[in-house]
């Protein structure tokens, strides 16, 4: 995805139509995290971007190296150069980690129900060559290239998907919405959930329409005057939304060939809390997109800092996903 033009220029391969793109984001630390996390977010997200922070390693991938050959217009001969280096890589804990995500979820990630953003860095160099002087030069330090963001996409999608059981202080910025049990498939590799989730499964996509639709409504719940009456009526029609995929998973568990592969479906503890969109976007300003803990922390301290802001009646949402699953 990273592509450098003639004297080195950087940038992403494709970068206008990644912008135009709406994905939910997932919060995770470490790219060992991926597997499980692609799994459990399947369900609540039609589509969601996983990515590294710069605060993660370094790795480097290439550099791209141009030149500027200076010519005599009398003698035509050459009398010196300007050459041009970019360095460039990722951020990112363990590259044969994320390589094998990768490859795992080739089928989610051809179908676009996930997506993985890698984090740039770049080190430009320049050397200069003439007959009457010789001249080298390093622009500053590594510094993150300018891209779209992780970030980007969540103020677009308005959906944060957070592995870390995290517990929020509830507040009127910040109000849970409900708890419910979601199903997952567990027992097999992500390669096989990959294939086993776009090849036999309708039910996320049944699940993925229904959410959509539902999302003006949690909003309309969240600002209504009765809003825990409107509240529960979503809450449960959701529920029986997720019972009836639950039941679909069951079923498709015992037909083969899903039963040969060793398919088991299993249910997790999930949490839907809704932010006020001002906070959100502040967070983001401010602290940009790290870990689960470090977003929650940001979040509780502008709702500390502000006890007396209400909210504006538009609202991101954070799914916080159980660590553990258990079977049915």
Same mark, same amino acid.
């Not at 899903?258 to 088991?264: A, D, N, P, Q, R």
């Not at 538009?314 to 916080?320: E, F, L």
């Given at each position: 995805?990273f592509? =450098? &033009?003639?004297?080195?220029?950087? #940038?992403?391969?494709? +970068?206008?139509?990644f912008?135009?793109?709406?994905?939910?984001?997932g919060?995770t630390?470490?790219?060992?995290? $991926? #597997?499980?996390?692609?799994?459990?977010?399947?369900?609540?997200?039609?589509? $969601?971007?996983?990515?590294?922070?710069? +605060?993660? %390693?370094?790795r480097?991938l #290439?550099?791209? +190296?141009?030149s500027?050959?200076?010519?005599?217009?009398?003698t035509?001969?050459?009398? #010196?150069?300007?050459?041009?280096?970019?360095?460039?890589?990722?951020?990112?804990?363990n590259?044969?980690t994320?390589?094998?995500? *990768?490859?795992?979820?080739?089928?989610?990630i051809?179908?676009?129900?996930?997506?993985?953003?890698?984090?740039?860095? *770049?080190?430009?160099?320049?050397?200069?060559s003439?007959?009457?002087?010789?001249?080298? &030069?390093?622009?500053?330090?590594?510094?993150?290239?300018?891209?779209?963001?992780?970030?980007?996409?969540?103020?677009?999608?308005?959906?944060?998907?957070? %592995?870390?059981?995290s517990?929020?202080? @509830?507040?009127?910025?910040?109000?849970?919405?409900?708890?419910?049990?979601?199903?997952?498939? +567990?027992?097999?590799?992500?390669?096989?959930?990959?294939?086993? =989730?776009?090849?036999e499964?309708?039910?996320?996509?049944r699940?993925h329409? $229904?959410?959509?639709?539902?999302?003006?409504g949690?909003?309309?719940?969240?600002?209504?005057?009765?809003?825990?009456?409107?509240?529960?009526?979503?809450?449960? @029609?959701?529920?029986?939304?997720?019972?009836?995929v639950?039941? @679909?998973?069951?079923?498709?568990?015992?037909?083969?060939?899903?039963?040969?592969v060793g398919v088991?479906v299993?249910?997790?503890s999930?949490?839907?809390?809704?932010?006020?969109?001002?906070?959100?976007?502040?967070?983001?300003t401010?602290?940009?997109? =790290?870990?689960?803990?470090? $977003?929650?922390?940001?979040?509780?301290?502008?709702?500390?800092?502000?006890?007396?802001? =209400? %909210?504006?009646?538009?609202w991101?949402?954070?799914? *916080?996903?159980?660590r553990? &699953?258990?079977?049915?």
């Amino acid at each position: 995805m990273f592509t =450098t &033009s003639t004297f080195g220029r950087p #940038g992403v391969r494709g +970068e206008k139509q990644f912008r135009r793109k709406r994905c939910d984001v997932g919060l995770t630390d470490a790219s060992s995290a $991926f #597997g499980r996390l692609t799994k459990h977010a399947t369900l609540i997200s039609k589509s $969601f971007l996983l990515s590294h922070g710069t +605060e993660t %390693p370094y790795r480097h991938l #290439g550099k791209r +190296e141009d030149s500027i050959v200076h010519t005599n217009h009398d003698t035509l001969q050459a009398e #010196g150069s300007d050459n041009y280096t970019v360095h460039y890589g990722i951020h990112c804990p363990n590259p044969a980690t994320l390589g094998m995500w *990768i490859i795992k979820a080739e089928q989610l990630i051809e179908e676009g129900l996930c997506w993985y953003l890698p984090r740039y860095s *770049i080190r430009r160099e320049s050397t200069s060559s003439h007959k009457w002087q010789s001249d080298t &030069s390093t622009q500053g330090e590594r510094k993150p290239m300018s891209q779209v963001s992780a970030a980007d996409y969540l103020v677009r999608g308005g959906q944060l998907i957070d %592995p870390s059981e995290s517990r929020p202080s @509830e507040s009127p910025l910040v109000r849970p919405v409900l708890q419910i049990d979601l199903p997952v498939v +567990e027992g097999v590799s992500l390669r096989e959930f990959s294939r086993i =989730t776009v090849d036999e499964f309708d039910a996320h996509k049944r699940f993925h329409g $229904f959410l959509s639709t539902h999302s003006l409504g949690l909003s309309e719940a969240l600002n209504a005057e009765r809003s825990q009456i409107e509240l529960a009526r979503l809450r449960q @029609e959701i529920e029986d939304q997720v019972s009836s995929v639950r039941a @679909e998973f069951v079923a498709a568990a015992r037909r083969r060939p899903l039963g040969i592969v060793g398919v088991k479906v299993a249910s997790t503890s999930a949490r839907l809390v809704a932010v006020d969109a001002s906070v959100m976007k502040r967070v983001l300003t401010t602290a940009g997109l =790290t870990t689960a803990e470090a $977003f929650w922390a940001a979040v509780d301290d502008i709702v500390e800092n502000h006890p007396r802001a =209400t %909210p504006n009646g538009d609202w991101r949402y954070v799914w *916080i996903l159980s660590r553990k &699953s258990r079977a049915l």
